[in-house]
């Protein structure tokens, strides 16, 4: 294979129909993945680079590739990496790989964040306070007024007849340039006069609430007491425990997608999972403050006195009732953990157990957020129901099915 000439179009048809032969469900999307994984280049990339031809270390990633997707191994595991709604997302073997299901509950997490802790406007400044919109914004206002004066002197320009340059005289009057110049000096003096009316203005005295205006000392003092007055408040800082973190997908897309407004903390039992979870967060560029790992069984190494202080518990736990584990697709019950996988006999061992510590960890109007199996959702929701949760909601998935269970918790516990 590496002695032949391969370029990408040939390696992306070979594959697709070797793996349409050995079953793949979308064979060419799969090659797609493989080969955009091999060469570093993203898909629509291969499509404008079909003749460029494949060098030997590529070949050998590529094959190697396609032999473990031949035999079943996800996708994910192979090119080492997944997208998760605004990140991407490594992904390794012994670690649950991201599912679609769980952007949504990251999403709903994300509705209660801004309507009751942060307030709708967390999530616009967020789009502000990224780095390149200023400048952006700012080269599309000067780009856009530039052009506003360039088509303002084509148009004075164009408006002067050879008539008109012949009374003006040949020389500067009646040039193209005079017109640019004349249209340069009109908006000088327009912006002139914008600037000498905000300074009338802003010596205009100020009035009370009669219209008679306030001066000396007592203009002063008006002065003053709007200095004094406090400036609107910031929203605080909202605090989420997450408990089994896996990739840190979900802490790390809401401490990214509200950055600045969200703190997360967030536990795991499997030491790879947050190996890798602190590897995503270091590549996001977030800190331990923002997005904090524990290797711990659940909730057991959050400090006594954090207890009752979060604002949601979010969790995609083991879900899968044992006798639905045994016709999971081969990609999953074979390569996916179990320990990530496997619910118990109904999927909600893990369920219960998070139900129970929910009322310790979260305030007084806490959410409390789980995935889970879709034939589960009604009897969780039952739970929280008799657990004395409030505004109890199964939340359906982008197939229809019932995913995931939401409830507020109204009376936190304290421990004994």
């Known amino acids: 294979m590496a002695n032949e000439i391969w370029t990408i179009k040939r390696c992306l048809e070979w594959t697709k129909e070797y793996l349409a032969e050995r079953g793949e469900e979308h064979p060419r999307l799969s090659a797609e993945w493989l080969l955009c994984a091999a060469t570093g280049l993203a898909r629509i990339d291969l499509y404008m680079r079909m003749d460029e031809m494949l060098n030997a270390a590529q070949l050998e990633t590529m094959h190697a590739a396609v032999v473990r997707r031949a035999k079943g191994e996800p996708l994910q595991y192979i090119t080492g990496s997944t997208q998760f709604r605004m990140i991407d997302v490594a992904c390794a073997p012994g670690v649950l790989i991201p599912r679609p299901e769980t952007e949504m509950l990251v999403e709903e997490v994300l509705n209660y964040l801004d309507a009751e802790v942060l307030g709708p406007e967390a999530a616009a400044r967020q789009r502000v306070e990224l780095p390149w919109n200023d400048e952006v914004e700012q080269a599309r206002k000067a780009e856009a007024a530039l052009a506003d004066e360039r088509a303002t002197a084509e148009r004075r320009a164009a408006n002067l007849t050879a008539a008109d340059e012949a009374a003006l005289g040949s020389d500067v009057l009646g040039s193209r340039a005079y017109a640019e110049e004349l249209a340069d000096r009109e908006a000088e003096e327009a912006a002139a006069q914008a600037a000498e009316a905000e300074t009338a203005e802003a010596a205009e005295p100020e009035l009370d609430e009669y219209g ?120 999953v019950k074979d390569f996916e953990p179990d320990l990530a996988l496997e619910g118990g006999a109904d999927g909600l061992d893990i369920f219960r157990r998070l139900l129970n510590a929910a009322p310790y960890m979260l305030r007084a109007g806490g959410l409390f957020a789980c995935e889970l199996y879709e034939g589960a959702l009604d009897a969780a929701a039952e739970l929280c129901r008799q657990a004395g949760l409030s505004d109890v909601r199964v939340v359906r998935d982008l197939t229809d099915r019932p995913r995931i269970v939401r409830a507020i918790v109204t009376e936190p516990k304290q421990r004994q």
């Open 212 to 331: 008679i205006a306030i001066e000396g000392a007592d203009q002063e003092t008006a002065s003053a007491l709007d200095a004094a007055a406090p400036a609107p408040a910031e929203p605080r800082t909202a605090r989420v425990l997450e408990v089994g973190c896996g990739t840190g997908c979900i802490s790390l897309s809401l401490a990214w997608e509200r950055r600045g407004h969200v703190t997360c903390t967030a536990t795991d039992i499997e030491p790879r999972a947050i190996d890798l979870a602190t590897k995503n967060r270091d590549a996001l560029g977030l800190t331990a403050d923002e997005v904090a790992f524990s290797l711990t069984n659940l909730v057991s190494s959050i400090p006594h006195d954090e207890w009752g202080t979060f604002d949601v518990l979010v969790s995609n736990p083991p879900y899968i009732p044992t006798d639905v584990m045994r016709s999971l697709p081969h990609e």
